[in-house]
């Protein structure tokens, strides 16, 4: 049996972050010693054969990570379609010794790729009987194995998570209302945005949960009344008599009402013209969504599916079902490909039935939960408390460096809380803020506005309780008599409220219910796979490090770059991943001087071999002796003529900035399930301590005496960390190109 060869076609919309994918399973796929062809421009592509097809090399996909769309061509294409047009495509296959097939596309592709695998057996003995192959090689190529990742920016897939390309679409949609938000609310104007999704509202709907504008409109989840343009148009009224200064809708491409009747843009901004007498713009953003270069997230997700492609193909068999590469919490695994596709066609018949119940079930938990989030927090005001409820004071802070999302998670918790009818207090500067009194009552509009700022709106400090102070704090939860505390931030955070927990049996008033929610940009907390404002900086540095090795193009140059994430490397793996460096230094693996002779060493190999950059990522507490400065220098000096070195320490750009879609969403989850927690303990005669996070892809509580246990022994970051498990994808992608690739370069 010869070495299994792979080809791999991009097919139906293309999707940022395609290109990663096909980077990832390129290289590791050579790595493995097979084979990969490139069909261009999709199934079009598989059926003319000839120069469509391309072996592909380790160095043809290098410099695609940073690129939009697909460097291989997409294609719609009806042939496909026929019997006969998949008689060709098998048959181009099978002459090129191809019996593994990765296609790259939305539940359109994956169809199509499913009918080519279920038609193959019969295809080649058609192809023999017509001479076109001998009936050895229909025996040799009986079997074809199929794997299908979704590239989509809908992200309307059954069984996975994510789908490569939403994420991005998600920057680009809420970096358009960003703007047209700051342009709306000068005039006062009203806008009608329209985002991509025929039978999928998730564009919608968290581009609205991300931006705070103030209605949206989905096909999944219909205005409930037939009159549903009064409802908007009061709703919208009622938001500016309560002070906001602007008024945007989103609308999903897919929109209808209850009846199943289109809603259209251009009927939104007439309702609204008609009835506030105002100039009303429509924005339709289009294949804006689709463009530009893919977010750390999107070149990540399209890495580590591309990886589990070729593993998948290394370790199926025969007979195997085709497989779908799908997300579930942090971790890619398989699913039955035709399984995933039928679900998804579901929700599209469920909508076209007008089953919207059923649409909202199948779409899952995660997504009927925003939802009715969202809708609390798009009320133009609270609902009334109601007569003779215990109306509960609950105060939120924000502790340690900022870190961006904090401040959609304080929208949250404020309007969340207000809305059950509770009194929201906020506490400015930190735990500084409650030893000092600085308490304030905060009303809904007082956080208008607030989920797409960076920094910390109440500011914050790295103060943390402790003997001297615990009194002066005790007072002024008494003082304002506070029934239920929220801690948002990083370490300083959970230390804190930890201690104040601890503190119980000294200090009543302590005893209260107290729960944090992760938010640093280091991604060290227990309890949470992420935290909020991680995402924002691996994309400010993923942002940072694509202008610094474009700086780079003239010259053969090396970059250190270093990035923050103080004890835990996350962010200087994952901003590796998705910058393509070919080395990353993190403090959990250290730095010997070993490490550095070899790396130099694949670096003077490099250059010699004709590479024209090197980027090498450094977490900013790998080793304290062998620091930036040091590594730069000792790169230079002994790179000589061949290379020279320049080294970035990015700081504090890391922190700062409009938070990521993912973060503001994120956060705004968090939140409300923090006020709930509050909530519900504050009746308890022993309230619980908690901290909150993302695990598994779901949300958990921890109880507040398992914090230490998660740390480990230095209190610097988890014991567990997930994401170590990528290293050896990242060194893999990493390393100089296999032997065999070099000299044939
Ligand atoms: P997407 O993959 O983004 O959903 P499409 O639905 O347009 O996009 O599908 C892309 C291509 O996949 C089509 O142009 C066609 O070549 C192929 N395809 C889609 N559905 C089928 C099918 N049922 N049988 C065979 N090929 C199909």
Request: charge should be negative; include cysteine.
């Amino acid at each position: 049996m010869c070495a299994k060869r792979i080809a791999i076609l991009t097919s139906g919309g293309d999707a940022p972050g395609m290109n990663a994918a096909i980077r990832a399973i390129v290289r590791i796929a050579l790595n493995r010693g097979i084979e990969v062809y490139a069909i261009y421009e999709g199934y079009q592509g598989l059926i003319d054969g000839g120069d469509r097809f391309r072996k592909l090399t380790w160095d043809s996909v290098g410099g695609i990570l940073h690129r939009g769309g697909t460097v291989i061509g997409t294609a719609r294409c009806d042939e496909f379609r026929t019997r006969e047009g998949r008689r060709k495509a098998a048959h181009n296959l099978v002459e090129r010794g191809v019996d593994n097939l990765v296609v790259i596309g939305g539940d359109g592709s994956l169809t199509g790729a499913n009918v080519l695998r279920q038609e193959w057996q019969s295809l080649l003995t058609e192809l023999a009987e017509m001479n076109q192959i001998t009936p050895e090689i229909a025996e040799q190529y009986a079997h074809l194995f199929i794997v299908g990742l979704v590239g989509s920016i809908d992200n309307d897939m059954h069984g996975t998570d994510m789908t490569i390309g939403a994420d991005t679409a998600l920057h680009r949609i809420t970096e358009a209302i960003d703007a047209i938000s700051s342009t709306a609310a000068s005039h006062q104007r009203t806008f009608v945005v329209e985002v991509m999704g025929r039978n999928c509202g998730y564009l919608a709907l968290m581009g609205c949960l991300a931006t705070g504008a103030d209605w949206v409109l989905i096909p999944e989840n219909p205005p409930e009344v037939d009159n549903w343009e009064k409802k908007m148009c009061d709703d919208l009224r009622a938001g500016r008599q309560a002070g906001r200064r602007d008024s945007i809708v989103i609308i999903a491409e897919g929109a209808r009402d209850r009846n199943g009747k289109p809603i259209t843009s251009a009927h939104v901004m007439e309702v609204l013209k008609k009835e506030f007498d105002e100039e009303v713009r429509v924005t339709v953003l289009g294949h804006v969504q689709r463009g530009g270069t893919p977010s750390a997230f999107d070149r990540n997700l399209g890495t580590l599916m591309g990886a589990a492609a070729v593993d998948a193909v290394m370790s199926g068999s025969p007979n195997d079902e085709p497989q779908l590469i799908s997300l579930r919490g942090n971790r890619i695994v398989r699913e039955p490909l035709m399984k995933c596709v039928e679900q998804s066609k579901a929700v599209g018949q469920a909508i076209a039935d007008k089953n919207y119940e059923r649409a909202l079930e199948l779409r899952g938990n995660s997504f009927r939960e925003t939802l009715r989030t969202l809708k609390t927090l798009l009320r133009s005001l609270p609902h009334e408390p109601i007569a003779g409820q215990k109306r509960l004071r609950l105060a939120v802070l924000n502790s340690g460096a900022p870190a961006p999302g904090m401040n959609a998670a304080i929208r949250a918790a404020i309007r969340i809380g207000l809305d059950k009818g509770h009194i929201m207090l906020g506490v400015n500067n930190g735990f500084q803020g409650l030893i000092d009194g600085e308490i304030e009552p905060m009303d809904w509009m007082s956080v208008n506005g607030w989920a797409s700022v960076g920094g910390s709106e109440l500011g914050a400090n790295r103060e943390v309780p402790s003997e001297s102070t615990f009194y002066p704090v005790a007072r002024t939860l008494e003082r304002h008599e506070i029934e239920g505390l929220l801690v948002i931030g990083g370490w300083t955070a959970y230390q804190g409220a930890y201690r104040l927990y601890k503190q119980r049996e000294n200090f009543s008033a302590f005893n209260i219910p107290i729960i944090c929610l992760p938010a640093s940009i280091n991604n060290n907390l227990p309890g949470s796979e992420l935290s909020i404002g991680a995402d924002t900086a691996l994309n400010n540095i993923m942002w940072a490090v694509d202008r610094v090795k474009q700086s780079a193009i003239a010259q053969r140059r090396c970059f250190v770059v270093e990035v923050m994430g103080r004890y835990c490397g996350y962010l200087a793996l994952m901003s590796g991943l998705a910058t393509g460096a070919e080395r990353v230094y993190l403090h959990e693996e250290g730095i010997t001087l070993r490490d550095l002779q070899n790396d130099l060493d694949h670096l003077m190999t490099g250059f010699e071999l004709g590479k024209r950059l090197g980027l090498m990522i450094r977490n900013e507490k790998a080793n304290p002796i062998y620091t930036a400065d040091f590594m730069a220098a000792l790169f230079e000096e002994e790179g000589g003529a061949l290379f020279d070195v320049r080294q970035t320490i990015l700081g504090h750009v890391q922190q700062g900035g409009d938070p990521s879609p993912f973060d503001r969403i994120q956060a705004t989850r968090l939140a409300a399930r923090c006020v709930d927690f509050l909530i519900e303990n504050a009746n308890s005669a022993t309230p619980a301590g908690a901290f909150i996070g993302l695990e598994s892809g779901g949300i958990r509580i921890h109880n507040i005496e398992e914090m230490p246990q998660l740390m480990d022994e230095t209190y610097q970051r988890p014991k567990k960390q997930w994401w170590l498990d990528l290293l050896p994808i990242s060194r893999m992608l990493a390393q100089p190109a296999p032997e065999s690739e070099m000299t044939s370069v």
